[in-house]
């Protein structure tokens, strides 16, 4: 058995005095899995998609990702981190509406210091891979919902993480949008891809999880490994 990709070890998550956002919290993700976060409002879910994304650190316990210590990075390291080994889509897509859909695709690649030659491959792969290279030249703003948040999750791929991390990814968008983009998601998760995935939309995690996870005052009160015919 291969080492799960995502280790979390006892963690608890306290923002003030009250009652902690995550409390004792395990969790262990193989790769190659697809997990469907779940949970009422206040439940967690974004606190440990950060604590996982090392933009927050926990109270206690520890965090795991591809063998790296996320909860003891300093701040450098955790932005190497985010560049290099997670990919990372919103409900809102936060692309940059300057840039156009190919400039977006290939920030990434930049930070990284990916050549460029290689960079405009690996973008060009990717929006051919998507569906959207007709738009490379095109300002997000211009693109539906959906093609917004294909261009997203390009951009999320580009320095081929290992782990894809996205919160309410259907959230903003019209049931065929939404379902264009749990397509997707299924498509990339069948091609080996390692997903997290915060949701509302039971649909989205049915479809598209292979095991889901319910939060609920910071704790898993439900944890259901789906059954997927594909
Ligand atoms: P969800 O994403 O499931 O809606 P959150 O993880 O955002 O839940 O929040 C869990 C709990 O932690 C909530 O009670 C929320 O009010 C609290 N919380 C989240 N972020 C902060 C913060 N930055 N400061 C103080 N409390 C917070
Ligand atoms: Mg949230």
Redesign the pocket.
């Known amino acids: 058995m291969t080492a799960p990709i995502i280790e979390i070890r006892d963690v608890t998550k306290s923002?003030?005095a009250g009652?902690p956002?995550l409390a004792g919290l395990s969790l262990d993700v193989p790769a190659g899995a697809a997990l469907a976060v779940l949970?009422?409002?206040?439940?967690?879910?974004?606190?440990?998609l950060?604590l996982i994304a090392g933009l927050d650190r926990p109270t206690e316990g520890t965090v795991s990702v591809a063998g790296l210590r996320v909860d003891r990075l300093t701040e450098s390291g955790s932005a190497r981190y985010r560049r290099e080994r997670i990919g990372m889509v919103f409900q809102f897509f936060n692309l940059l509406d300057d840039l156009t859909v190919q400039d977006n695709v290939l920030l990434p690649a930049q930070l990284a210091g990916m050549p460029a030659a290689a960079a405009r491959d690996r973008a060009a792969e990717l929006l051919a891979q998507l569906g959207i290279e007709r738009h490379a030249r095109t300002h997000p703003g211009r693109l539906s919902g959906g093609e917004r948040q294909r261009v997203a999750v390009a951009r999320a791929l580009m320095n081929r993480p290992p782990l894809l991390l996205a919160d309410e990814p259907t959230g903003a968008l019209d049931s065929a949008s939404a379902a264009d983009v749990r397509e997707l998601l299924v498509e990339l998760n069948a091609a080996g891809q390692t997903i997290l995935l915060?949701t509302h939309d039971t649909g989205l995690a049915e479809a598209c999880a292979s095991r889901i996870i319910e939060?609920s005052d910071?704790r898993i009160a439900r944890d259901v490994t789906v059954a997927v015919a594909r």
Do not use: F, I, P
């Open positions: 923002y003030d009652r956002a949970g009422r409002s206040g439940s967690g879910k974004s606190t440990l950060n915060v939060l910071g």
